[in-house]
C-alpha cells in the first residue's frame, strides 16, 4: 500500500516495548506486542481504502453475482462487516462448487519493483479467532510414523495442487530455492484473468535458461492450500510469466513462510499449521515424474537443435 503512494507508513506503537510481548510481532507497524492479524490500525486503513475504491480486485459484488446466477459461495471475496475490520470468505473446495481444473527460480520482483517496495509490500492476513489460532503453535515433525514412498529414491519434487479464483489448479511445483511465487501466462488465461488486472513491474526474472525474463505484471490471488477442515487461504502475489512449462505455477518461501509450511522431499510431503491442526499435503510422485521426463525430453531436443546450427 505504501509503494502505490495508498497508505502513509504507521504511527510507532505507543508504551514501552520491552512492557509488551516480545513473542508477537507485527508486519505492518514492524514492531513487537501484538500479531498482524488483530492489528486494528491495518484493518482501518484497508477499510479506509475500500471506501476510496482501491483493492477492487479483491472484493466482489455479490449482486452482480446473482445476476449472473452465480451462488455466494462459489467465489473467493473479501466483504465488509462490522468494525472487526475485512474478513475473508473462502469456499469449500467441493467439486461440485469450482469453476473448472487446470491439469497441466528465480529472482524477481516479490510485490513490486524497488526493494523497498518487496520488503513492505504485503497483503492483508485472513482474520482468525484467537481460540483458533492456538492450534497455529502446534509442533510440526517428521517422525517414524510417517511413511517414505518409494519415489523418494528417484528424488522426486513435491508437486501439489491449490484451488484459486475458483478453479483446481493441479502441477503447482514446491520450490523452496525459488524466491518468488509464480505464475504462468497460460494458467493466468485459463483461470479467466485478464491483463489489465495485472500490476506492470520492470524488474526481470534471473535463473531461466538464456537471458532475463521480463514478467506481464503482478498479480495477488487468494490460494487455498490443503483439504477442509485442515486448510488454509492465504493471499499469494504472483509474477506472471510467458515462458513454457509443464508446471501451473510455483510457490516459493514467501508462501511457505505464509504458511509457515515445513517441507520433506524424503516423505515428499509439506505439513502446515491450521486453526484445527497440523495440515499435511502430499506431493503426486506420478506427476513429479512425468513432468521431470518431459523436461528432459524438452532440453535433450534444444541442445539438439543447438548443434544443428553449430557450423
Known amino acids: 500500500m505504501e509503494q502505490e503512494g495508498l497508505s502513509r507508513p504507521p504511527r510507532p506503537l505507543a508504551g514501552d516495548k520491552n512492557r509488551r510481548d516480545q513473542g508477537l510481532y507485527c508486519a505492518y507497524h514492524r514492531d513487537v506486542g501484538h500479531d498482524m492479524e488483530d492489528c486494528c490500525h491495518l484493518k482501518k486503513d484497508i477499510e479506509k481504502l475500500i471506501r476510496r475504491g482501491h483493492l ?22 473479501y466483504s465488509r462487516g462490522p468494525p472487526q ?13 469450482l469453476g473448472g481444473v487446470i491439469n497441466t527460480i528465480a529472482r524477481g520482483p516479490v510485490g513490486g519493483d524497488s526493494h523497498t517496495g518487496r520488503r513492505h509490500n504485503r497483503p492483508p492476513p485472513s482474520e482468525e479467532s484467537s481460540s483458533k489460532r492456538l492450534k497455529m503453535y502446534e509442533e510440526i ?6 511413511a517414505v514412498p518409494l519415489a523418494s529414491n528417484n528424488h522426486e519434487a513435491i508437486v501439489i495442487e491449490v484451488i484459486t479464483c475458483n478453479y483446481k489448479v493441479k502441477k503447482v511445483y514446491i520450490d523452496n530455492g525459488s524466491a ?3 505464475l504462468y501466462y497460460k494458467t493466468f488465461k485459463e483461470l479467466q484473468l485478464e491483463d489489465r488486472q495485472l500490476i506492470p513491474v520492470q524488474t526481470p526474472l534471473i535463473g531461466f535458461a538464456g537471458p532475463p525474463v521480463r514478467p506481464e505484471g503482478m ?4 490460494v487455498v492450500v490443503g483439504v477442509s477442515p485442515k ?12 515462458e513454457p512449462s509443464l508446471y501451473n505455477m510455483i510457490l516459493g518461501p ?10 520433506s522431499t524424503l516423505h515428499l510431503s509439506m505439513k502446515f499449521p491450521t486453526p484445527t491442526g497440523v495440515a499435511e499435503v502430499l506431493g503426486d510422485p506420478k506427476v513429479a515424474r512425468t513432468c521431470y521426463i518431459a523436461t528432459l525430453k524438452g532440453k535433450e531436443k534444444m541442445v539438439a537443435q543447438i548443434a544443428c546450427l553449430e557450423p
Open 180 to 182: 518468488i511465487d509464480m
Open 56 to 77: 477492487g480486485q479483491f472484493i466482489r459484488d455479490e449482486r452482480v453475482d446473482q445476476r449472473r446466477g452465480r451462488p455466494k459461495s462459489d467465489h473467493l471475496s
Open 254 to 263: 514467501p508462501t511457505l513462510n505464509a504458511l509457515r509450511a515445513v517441507c
Open 231 to 242: 486448510r488454509r487461504t492465504v493471499p499469494v502475489n504472483f509474477a506472471v510469466v510467458k
Open 85 to 97: 475490520g475485512l474478513r475473508c470468505r473462502t469456499p469449500e473446495p467441493e467439486a461440485q462448487n
Open 219 to 222: 498479480i495477488t490471488l487468494m
Open 141 to 146: 515433525i517428521y517422525g517414524p510414523e510417517d
